[in-house]
């Protein structure tokens, strides 16, 4: 059960039987379950649609990235970002969560990647690197999968070394193949860049996190609607929605409306359910 109230200026029965029907329609084409996943390729945040207890989540940190020394020594690969993967992250309806996208290493002074994370699940960024030796992989914690990201390879001689792969994500960049050669970028998300060979300078660059988030949406519809004051024009007419509570759930709705009569107009308004079934 749920309420909204509309302001009927002319022709009222007319009006609130269209709203009525519009409402109704609304909710029915809302009624068949389905999932949707967001990707995140920068940090932003997650609002847990109503009716919906918890979402799978995949997350990337970043890559570290590769090495260009340029000074007879080749230059090492940078580390991978982390994997974490949980099945089912316990959410609440309305609320609006952080997720925090880990960038890659790009400069010798920041060389490595950060870590990706939401609702406790966190991917840790790669090590990068500064000198021969490949960084080491980031790790990952909080999920119901957690994987070591992929570590840069350690080099002598005149090649660069490639960077980390992310464990079911990119893939670490090439290593310079030949003495002046430079390293290549780490892919997104989360790969290592790769070193360059001993007399280059150009290192590759480690890749970008990621998260993802999916979720299916409740089966939402209605067992009855009514309004008040429907005859009376330039009255206010409180038309009430009422459901189960399953499929009405807790939860902020945004509702679509049209009026007929002498004043047609279309338009929104929000719908807060506080107590499933009723509101």
Not at 111 to 123: E, M, R, V
Not at 180 to 209: E, I, L, M, W
Not at 243 to 255: A, F, H, I, R, S
């Amino acid at each position: 059960k749920a309420t909204t109230t509309q302001q009927n200026k002319n022709n009222g029965f007319n009006s609130a039987a269209r709203l009525l029907t519009s409402l109704v329609i609304l909710l029915g084409l809302q009624g068949m379950a389905f999932g949707q996943t967001t990707q995140y390729s920068a940090s932003g945040t997650f609002v847990a649609p109503a009716g919906v207890t918890s979402v799978v989540v995949k997350a990337w940190g970043g890559g570290g990235k590769g090495a260009g020394l340029g000074n007879g020594n080749p230059g090492g690969g940078g580390g991978s970002g982390a994997y974490a993967a949980h099945s089912s992250s316990s959410v609440s309806a309305g609320i609006t969560y952080d997720v925090i996208v880990g960038v890659g290493g790009i400069t010798t002074s920041n060389p490595s990647g950060t870590a990706s994370t939401f609702n406790g699940i966190s991917a840790g960024g790669g090590s990068g690197t500064n000198s021969s030796t490949g960084g080491s992989g980031g790790t990952a914690s909080g999920g119901t999968t957690n994987t070591t990201g992929g570590s840069g390879v350690t080099v002598s001689g005149n090649d660069g070394g490639a960077g980390g792969s992310a464990p079911n994500g990119g893939v670490g960049g090439a290593g310079g193949n030949g003495p002046t050669v430079p390293g290549s970028n780490g892919s997104p998300p989360g790969g290592g860049g790769g070193g360059a060979g001993k007399n280059s300078t150009a290192f590759g660059t480690g890749a970008r996190g990621q998260v993802e988030i999916t979720y299916t949406c409740q089966n939402y519809s209605l067992t009855s609607t009514s309004a008040t004051n429907v005859t009376c024009p330039a009255t206010t007419s409180t038309v009430t929605l009422s459901g189960n509570t399953v499929n009405l759930p807790v939860g902020t709705y945004t509702v679509t409306y049209s009026l007929s009569g002498a004043n047609v107009a279309s338009s929104t308004a929000t719908m807060t359910v506080s107590t499933a079934g009723s509101g």
